[in-house]
């Protein structure tokens, strides 16, 4: 297996024990992370959205596979199941990940999925009816931005 393979597989494995800071270490430290969520995530923000994601969650479990890395890029795919706490729902999150390297670590982590599936899921009735407008794609985007800068205060982070 390639090492970078290995590092994205070692990545996911913390991932489904809920291991945030293995996954952290898997990151540069000048890590980019963008998803339909959290578009913009650079150096900690990306292992601290991790840390909190870990450190909420219910009813957690993860697979993964199609794991494929040369020396410059890789990709995975992996499925999130969970409780999302705000509604009680229940989520499985479909989610191809691309990556590139620097220095044996991850320094670009892209999660694409269907922001719209995942808010008709995670908000009910709502989310499919209007998940898919730019205004409920950005409360999303602005409510998600805010639990993390209250996640990064709460452990000093900011």
């Known amino acids: ?20 800071e293995t996954m952290a270490a898997c ?15 650079q150096g900690d923000e990306a292992a601290d959205m991790w840390r909190m994601l870990a450190s909420r969650a219910k009813d957690f479990s993860l697979t993964f596979d199609d794991v494929r890395a040369d020396d410059k890029t890789g990709e995975a795919h992996w499925v999130a199941t969970y409780t999302f706490s705000q509604t009680g729902n229940t989520v499985v999150n479909d989610i191809r990940a691309s990556f590139t390297f620097k220095d044996g670590k991850i320094i670009t982590h892209t999660d694409r999925f269907h922001l719209w599936r995942w808010a008709g899921q995670a908000l009910g009735l709502k989310g499919w009816l209007l998940g898919g407008t730019p205004l409920v794609k950005n409360a999303i985007r602005k409510q998600a931005a805010k639990g993390l800068a209250a996640y990064r205060k709460e452990i000093g982070r900011t």
């Open 27 to 41: 990151y540069h430290p000048d890590v980019r992370f963008t998803d339909p969520v959290f578009p913009k995530l």
């Open 1 to 20: 297996m390639h090492p970078n393979a290995q590092l994205i597989t070692t990545f996911y494995e913390a991932f489904q024990k809920l291991d945030a």
